[in-house]
């Protein structure tokens, strides 16, 4: 298996249309984690307690999870572009009805619903970018799609936040229908005609996740979890570890958020084009080495450095966090693409749900280890998990390697 990247040609380009990919991302990265900053807004006004409005993340997280694959396989036969009009579409009106909700359950419903639709739209949006250009490009496609969500985290959440502010949650709610509904419309006279499902994708359902016994994907699947575990364990309480640790307040957290966002969108970009330059298993290990060294920096800097030296060193390695820890996001899609060529919408759909069963484990993983260690040691969590995910992506490349290469004597060493 080469991979080496290939050489670009200087004639191609990226398709304008992937913008409208992007949109599409921008409104469902918004909606899934705008709700975040709402939570005390909408327990307020559908009159539940703060945790049971916690749920609300919950339900979107196991919905995507568990229904992503699923959905993938039952709609395998059908064309791309009308699944991404419609994903889009759908989106755009259950948004529209969970504006309207006047009670929990109704709302829940909603997420629950979005959770599925969100888990259609962004893994077929991928493999769309993927398939639109050359393998030369495949970063970089990858990386304008995933920026879409990116762009939601830096900009769209806290915008949102804002407007719930002045307006009420649901006019935050009201305009992201607005969004979804233009980007259904962007993908339907934008995008090229004729992205029909690959033949081999038109099978019975249950055969779909046959791509999971192809070689090497569980433990690239493994790999994400254990990316986005050690990510989430630190990012689901970074607001008590900013303030536990170096005394941040709510602007101060607000502004470290607001720089992991611009981090991660220019971590997002430079991640699709190193992956496109130097190949996305490089960029991958890379990416995760460099994890590793951030999350027990953070640590480190918090138990063992007096707080004047240990301020500016957390920030510092925040931001870097948001634009390595996004940065690997295009690599390991790629990566995962190589592994199945032929069954790309699967194995991304299945890496949505690894992202999404990591988040998952990663805010479990970090309130055992603030119970155990106290928060100061959540950095440590998190790079256990990256340094694990870091041995299965060598020991991946070293088979690879060794599958490659002829069999040799000893005498010939």
Known sequence: MNTEPLALQPAERLPIS??????????????SFMVVGLLPMLAADLQVSATRAGQLVLLFALSYAIGSPLMAALLARFGRRPLL????????????????????????????????????????ASAVAASMVSPALRGRALAIVTGGGTVAVALGVPLGAWIAGWGGWRTAYLLVAAVAALAAWGVAVGLPRGLAAPATAVRAPSSSFSVTRAPGVLPALLTTVLWTTGGFSFYTYIASFLSGTAGFGA????AVFCAIGIAAALGTATGGWATDRFGADRVAQGFALVLVAIFGGLSF???????????????ALSALWGFAGWG???????RLIRLAPDRAPMTLSLNASAIYLGIAAGSALGGVVIELFGVSAVGWAGAASQLVGLGLMLRAAHRSRAALSPVTSPLAA
Do not use: C, K, N, Y
């Open 85 to 124: 009009v419609a994903s889009l579409a759908a989106f755009a009106g259950i948004t529209l009805a969970g504006s309207m909700a006047q009670g929990f359950a109704q709302l829940a419903l909603a997420r629950v619903a979005l959770g599925l639709v969100a888990g259609v739209f962004l893994p077929t």
């Open 18 to 31: 992937l913008a409208w990919l992007a949109l599409g991302a921008f409104a469902l990265g918004t909606e």
């Open 301 to 315: 800097s918090a138990q063992m450095l007096p707080r004047d030296l240990a301020l500016p060193l957390i920030v």
């Open 328 to 334: 690997f996001g295009p690599a390991q899609a790629v």
């Open 251 to 254: 602007q101060g957290v607000s």
